[in-house]
């Protein structure tokens, strides 16, 4: 069994515990690595290494151009590992190994989109009020980056955090969730051969309250990124709070995709199948709501039914698997939990609701793609996040009864709309409280458009231009140029 060790300063190291844990297929059921139980004091030892690379090392002493020539190389060396690092995450996450090739693929596309912006920071000089100063502004990097990532795409959003942090100038310990931390302990490999200076990328393995806690209250951690449950992510913002350490956070949703009478039927309901059983449905922007207009609800529900049960599962390494198993027992037993609530709320089952038998499956964490009609929105299984392939539909008559039920949620992740009205997707853009909304389709990210939430999804924005902005602080700078005296004792 592959037994992996942490990467500080450059290096790999034997965690301080001197103690690892399993990870486990999720298609098999069994272990199959052993990942480093990371402590306290491997976590001081990371951020005293990103810091000195930060103050004092080789990558303090790069011009911007510099450390964006080094991202597109690291850009190159993704490129060239991606069907290794793709097959690790399949054998660590279970998702399908098209998507996580593709998303591989993709990745590097990020560190050279930051790499080229990079150089192009800029401050401004500033018209005064006052004479006899010149003043201008510049951006900073605001120093050690605490990157803590999910289980569902690794290294995927870990560039959502990283490329821009490093395109800032800062340095990164990297924290990935303890049930898909393989692939993050691969691709820091990656960062000497690409030929980065030791302790800029750094990464801690471990669990949440011995690594993550630590990592977040680390005096030397300027910044802090996450991406996750809401529930975590309160608790990691009120301890970085309380240092008044800066902050982005994702947060998952509940996101509504909503079909008009007017819609491409045929096209909407591949989106809704697309949005909700693509990546088992453990996607935070997973389209979990179904909202349908009444006018053609049935026939919406015939054809999404008749979608659905083609759905083919099964190994993840298959190019023929359309729906993989769920990552980990604990979200496997959460999905089947919701299940049974939808059940007891009174929701129509109408597809699916149980533990798929297909020998296909073997002895993996498999849902059958779960399909509930007439639901309401009041209920818990419309309003809590399930993380896994459970589709529930929701009836409206109208407009406004669409907007008023999409945006009835605490969460505010991402919506979907699907009609041929292109005043009516204009409205409904305008209206929806979502960070992201989709128009006839579903699902696409690209590092050039921001993405965040809204209420309770998080704060802060990724990809994007503006993402850049998260790992930097403004100085602004006074110069006298000799014209001013008078009174030190008075404000000028």
């Avoid at 691969?186 to 990328?201: R, W, Y």
């Avoid at 919701?338 to 533990?355: C, M, R, W």
């Avoid at 929701?394 to 292109?422: C, H, K, P, Y």
Wanted: charged share 15%; with cysteine; glycine share 10%.
């Amino acid at each position: 069994m592959k037994r992996y060790e942490l990467h500080i300063n450059g290096q790999s190291v034997k965690p301080s515990t001197d103690t690892w844990f399993e990870t486990q297929n999720p298609f098999t059921g069994q272990a199959w690595a052993q990942i480093p139980r990371g402590s306290a004091q491997d976590v001081d030892s990371a951020v005293q290494a990103a810091h000195q690379a930060f103050t004092q090392g080789a990558w303090s002493q790069m011009t911007a151009s510099q450390r964006g020539l080094l991202m597109h190389r690291l850009g190159d060396v993704i490129a060239k590992r991606a069907e290794q690092l793709a097959q690790t995450e399949v054998r660590d996450n279970g998702k399908l190994y098209s998507e996580m090739l593709g998303q591989l693929n993709y990745v590097p596309q990020w560190y050279y989109y930051y790499g080229g912006l990079a150089d192009k920071v800029q401050g401004a000089t500033l018209p005064l009020d006052k004479k006899g100063y010149f003043a201008y502004t510049r951006h900073e990097p605001m120093g050690v980056v605490a990157a803590i990532t999910p289980w569902n795409s690794p290294l995927l959003l870990l560039a959502w955090k990283i490329a821009p942090a490093l395109a800032a100038g800062c340095t990164v310990v990297v924290k990935p969730s303890e049930f898909t931390s393989a692939s993050t302990l691969e691709f820091a490999a990656l960062f000497e051969e690409a030929g980065f200076p030791p302790g800029v990328f750094n990464v801690v393995t471990g669990f949440g309250h011995e690594v993550g806690s630590a990592l977040v209250g680390h005096p030397l951690v300027s910044k802090v990124t996450f991406t996750g449950s809401d529930a975590t992510g309160r608790v990691i913002n009120q301890q970085a709070g309380a240092q008044l350490k800066h902050t982005s956070l994702e947060l998952g949703g509940k996101s509504p995709n909503i079909i008009f009478d007017d819609a491409d039927l045929e096209q909407a309901v591949n989106g809704a199948v697309s949005g909700i059983f693509a990546a088992t449905g453990q996607t935070c922007i997973a389209g979990s709501r179904l909202l349908v207009q009444s006018t053609v609800y049935d026939e919406v529900v015939a054809r999404l039914l008749a979608l659905a049960k083609t759905a083919k599962m099964g190994n993840p390494m298959d190019a023929q698997t359309q729906v993989g198993p769920i990552t980990t027992p604990a979200q496997y037993q959460k999905v089947k939990d919701y299940i049974d609530v939808a059940k007891g709320e009174g929701a129509q089952l109408l597809l699916g609701g149980k533990p798929a038998d297909d020998a296909a499956c073997g002895n993996g964490w498999f849902i059958e793609p779960t399909i509930f009609g007439e639901v309401r929105n009041s209920m818990r299984i419309a309003q809590e996040e399930v993380f896994g392939p459970v589709l529930s539909i929701i009836r409206f008559d109208n407009e406004q009864e669409a907007l008023t039920i999409a945006n009835d949620i605490r969460f505010g992740l991402a919506a979907g709309v699907w009609t041929s009205d292109m005043a009516r997707a204009i409205r409904m853009s305008e209206n929806l409280k979502a960070g992201t909304v989709w128009v006839n389709t579903y699902r696409a990210v690209s590092f050039m458009a921001p993405f965040g939430g809204y209420k309770d999804s998080g704060l802060g924005r990724e990809n994007g231009i503006g993402a850049i902005g998260e790992y930097l602080q403004t100085k602004s700078v006074w110069i006298n140029s000799g014209a001013v005296t008078g009174n030190p004792f008075v404000m000028r």
